[in-house]
């Protein structure tokens, strides 16, 4: 998400799980956001669900996009990204939505420690050359 923002400004310091940061917001840089999406779904296979006709569809549907950023003042690490999106228009990948809000959150702690990860018991892939199934479409 931190590549995401542009024309950042700093809000000031707060404290952010006990620990001190700066907080930084900005815009959204569509292009970056774009193609952050295009490398993951190419990553994960589905490369031709985000080309380039539906990645210019995107940047021109976003309406709105803010992102926040908490780095800590002692670790210079991201404690925390926000990103606020809202696209408004036709994009051919989601065809039967003219309108999409998101937000992400993530807070980041316990940095260079080791954290088990298991995958979740019934697991189904997921298919993002057909993401308007996710959409019930």
Do not use: M, Y
């Amino acid at each position: 998400l931190a590549g995401w923002i542009s024309s950042p400004q700093v809000v000031g310091d707060e404290d952010l799980a006990g620990v001190p940061t700066v907080h930084i917001k900005g815009d959204v840089n569509a292009a970056a956001l774009t193609d952050d999406l295009s490398n993951a779904a190419k990553r994960l296979g589905a490369g031709d669900a985000l080309n380039s006709k539906t990645l210019a569809q995107a940047d021109k549907a976003l309406q709105r996009g803010t992102v926040d950023i908490w780095v800590g003042t002692q670790d210079g690490l991201i404690h925390g990204a926000d990103a606020d999106i809202a696209l408004k228009g036709k994009v051919d990948a989601v065809a039967q939505v003219s309108a999409l809000e998101f937000t992400i959150s993530t807070r980041f702690s316990d940095f260079g420690t080791t954290a088990p990860i298991a995958a979740p018991k019934g697991a189904k892939p997921l298919d993002l050359a057909n993401v308007t199934g996710l959409l019930g479409g």
